[in-house]
């Protein structure tokens, strides 16, 4: 069974940083991503990163975040600098199929994923 387990969350100050991580199991994953979501909004993406290692960010994180994966340890990771009070919410891991056909693909919209984590609380505070 693949599950996806994500750690790292909790509070910071605006101008922190955060860093999150999300283990794999259960089989290999094609593409891996981060959204968010926060109290009342819709999930948002946040980053992506394909099998080739390909990124993809939201134009809100551009410069602030990274997100990087180790395949030894089928885990994706983001690194969130100078965190503001806008990226408070719940992180969610998220992964694809692996397709060999889609090994450069950073997919950003939330129904090209197949498993999701259940998610680690960032709560940034100004």
């Known amino acids: 069974q693949m599950q996806l387990v994500e750690s790292g969350g909790g509070s910071v100050q605006a101008g922190g940083s955060l860093s999150l991580s999300c283990a794999g199991s259960?089989?290999?994953?094609?593409?891996m991503a981060w959204f968010r979501q926060a109290p009342g909004k819709e999930r948002e993406f946040v980053a992506s990163?394909?099998?080739?290692?390909?990124?993809r960010y939201a134009d809100s994180v551009k410069g602030r975040f990274a997100i990087s994966r180790d395949y030894t340890k089928n885990s994706v990771y983001l690194v969130m600098n100078s965190l503001q009070s806008q990226d408070t919410g719940v992180y969610y891991c998220?992964?694809?199929?692996?397709?060999?056909?889609?090994?450069?693909?950073?997919?950003?919209?939330?129904?090209?994923?197949?498993?999701w984590g259940r998610g680690t609380q960032v709560t940034v505070s100004s």
């Open positions: 259960g089989g290999a994953f094609g593409a």
């Open positions: 990163i394909s099998r080739a290692t390909l990124t």
């Open positions: 998220a992964a694809a199929h692996f397709s060999a056909a889609g090994v450069a693909q950073t997919p950003f919209r939330a129904d090209e994923y197949d498993y």
